[in-house]
């Protein structure tokens, strides 16, 4: 059986200057493992709202979203960010003070694997291009597209059955970013529910599922 996310009437208002904004207007969609999708809209749109919400790192005012039937309220955030899903900032919120190596370290060990951390980070900062050099250099000392790529090998090793990214490839040059999007494309394969949000209609002619544009706090498929 396939595991779904889905987002039921999904509503968030914020007040600004005592005015309230409807950030998301009654949002539906449902998302399935196996497959990639891609949320496209422009800055404003209401998509970091989105993902806030999917991520479990703002409360839902109204309406809610389920997995596997089980609304994540239920489930509770604190369990939904740690066992279900794996997070890709646009501003990579990687630990500065801390190595690539040691940052996908850090999600190996809430893993609790068993083998040997060390070599796994290696190996999966590897498939992102981060050689073992740069793997033991401060994530201070690298470019915004390496951070990314780390980002990227940190989600991975998270081992969730949810992905969701933030733009994850708008640091990095047309070769890389075709790379990395054939590892979320790899996640997907292996089961995995991925959902890149973005604002670039090239990226999300990479999903191999359906694409929901946003405007104005509203999502429809495309």
Not at 40 to 56: D, H, Q, Y
Request: charged share 25%; glycine share 8%; with cysteine.
């Amino acid at each position: 059986m396939k595991n779904k996310l889905v987002i039921e009437n999904l509503r968030h208002v914020y007040n600004d200057n005592q005015v309230e904004v409807q950030v998301l207007k009654d949002v539906n969609a449902t998302f399935e493992s196996g497959k990639m999708y891609a949320i496209v809209g422009e800055s404003g749109s209401g998509k970091t709202t989105l993902i806030s919400l999917l991520s479990a790192l703002d409360s839902i005012q109204h309406g809610d979203i389920k997995y596997n039937g089980e609304s994540i309220n239920h489930i509770g955030k604190g369990v939904f960010r740690l066992k279900y899903v794996g997070i890709v900032f646009q501003s990579y919120n990687l630990i500065k003070y801390m190595t690539a190596r040691e940052n996908v370290e850090i999600a190996l060990d809430f893993q609790k694997t068993k083998s040997n951390e060390k070599e796994m980070a290696y190996e999966i900062l590897e498939k992102v291009g981060i050689n073992r050099d740069e793997a033991d250099r401060l994530v201070q000392k690298l470019s915004g597209g390496q951070q990314q790529r780390v980002a990227i090998a940190r989600a991975m090793a998270c081992d969730t059955p949810i992905v969701v990214a933030d733009e994850p490839t708008g640091n990095l040059d047309e070769d890389t970013e075709g790379k990395i999007l054939e590892l979320f494309k790899q996640l997907a394969d292996a089961g995995k529910i991925v959902i890149i949000v973005t604002h670039s209609q090239k990226v999300a002619r990479h999903a191999d599922a359906i694409v929901y544009h946003m405007r104005n706090g509203v999502l429809s498929k495309v």
